[in-house]
């Protein structure tokens, strides 16, 4: 079946530590691409959008983003993580034939060690 | 400005009773969409609305799931003859329209629905 994986369920980091969570989908043709985070006891937020043009992205908080077409993958990148990047984060991405339905990743669990 | 907001927040019912989740959309977005967020199954859609147009409800599990959206703003997620399984973070989302690159789904709080 079509989906969307992220390669680790829990990531432990020490802070300013570097962080990549993986994300790859199996859709093929035209995808939109975002990752998502939710803090504990928040709601869901957007880090960061791919639609087109320039395939690095940067989003809030020193977050980005690099879509690799070839390798169908969005993987989210920080160079230095804090105590308050401790959060779930999920990968998703819109299907060009999907219309504007999300369709997410199971989540990775970060927690950085203050 | 406001955000989108869902009530009740908790919601504990009996198996076998009917529930109602409501969700109020940031004002003048047309598009609406529910999804569920589960231990087992993850973050997944359920229901879409834009504008006057027919729903999208290729996401719902079984015909006891409905959902309605009055006036294009408010919507109501029904779960008829509540299971077990039901139990999850019931998820609402709005966006101002479709496609684009200013696209973005925002997301309300969520109800946590226990079916006892």
């Known amino acids: 079946a079509q989906s969307v994986s992220q390669h680790n369920h829990h990531v432990i980091l020490s802070e300013a530590a570097s962080l990549e969570l993986g994300c790859n989908y199996s859709?093929?043709?035209?995808?939109?691409l975002f990752w998502y985070v939710q803090y504990p006891g928040q709601h869901l937020q957007l880090l960061l959008k791919y639609f087109s043009g320039d395939p690095l992205v940067k989003g809030i908080k020193g977050f980005e983003a690099e879509f690799i077409k070839s390798k169908f993958s969005f993987n989210l990148r920080k160079p230095s993580v804090q105590w308050s990047d401790t959060a779930e984060y999920f990968c998703?991405?819109?299907?060009?034939?999907?219309?504007?339905?999300?369709?997410f990743g199971a989540g990775t669990i970060l927690r950085v060690k203050s | 400005g406001a955000g989108v907001s869902q009530s009740p927040s908790n919601k504990v019912t009996e198996k076998g009773k009917d529930v109602e989740l409501r969700c109020d959309p940031i004002s003048g977005h047309t598009a609406l969409y529910w999804y569920r967020q589960s231990l087992g199954q993850g973050l997944e859609f359920l229901i879409y609305?834009?504008?006057?147009?027919?729903?999208?409800k290729s996401g719902l599990p079984s015909d006891r799931f409905s959902a309605e959206r009055t006036g294009g703003s408010v919507s109501t997620l029904t779960i008829q003859r509540t299971q077990q399984e039901d139990s999850a973070v019931y998820l609402c989302?709005?966006?101002?329209?479709?496609?684009?690159?200013?696209?973005?789904?925002?997301f309300g709080p969520g109800t946590r629905l226990t079916v006892t």
């Open positions: 989302a709005s966006s101002p329209g479709t496609a684009g690159p200013s696209y973005e789904q925002y």
């Open positions: 859709y093929g043709g035209t995808v939109n």
């Open positions: 998703a991405v819109i299907p060009w034939e999907y219309g504007n339905k999300l369709v």
């Open positions: 609305f834009q504008g006057n147009s027919a729903p999208d």
